[in-house]
């Protein structure tokens, strides 16, 4: 699972650069969904889920 969270960090790091190009309408959304995400990494990390 470590691998998996590493990896999915990686996309979103990504996209995290790109939500500035998005709609006003849309950048929102996007932006509270990402981190919303990134609070579930930052959790499963901190306890140790594998």
């Not at 998996?4 to 929102?28: C, N, T, Y």
């Amino acid at each position: 699972m470590k691998k998996q969270i590493k990896r999915a960090r990686m996309f979103f790091d990504e996209v995290e650069k790109d939500i500035s190009k998005l709609s006003a309408a849309s950048r929102w959304p996007v932006s509270i969904q990402h981190r919303h995400y990134q609070s579930i990494f930052d959790i499963n990390t901190k306890c140790n889920y594998n």
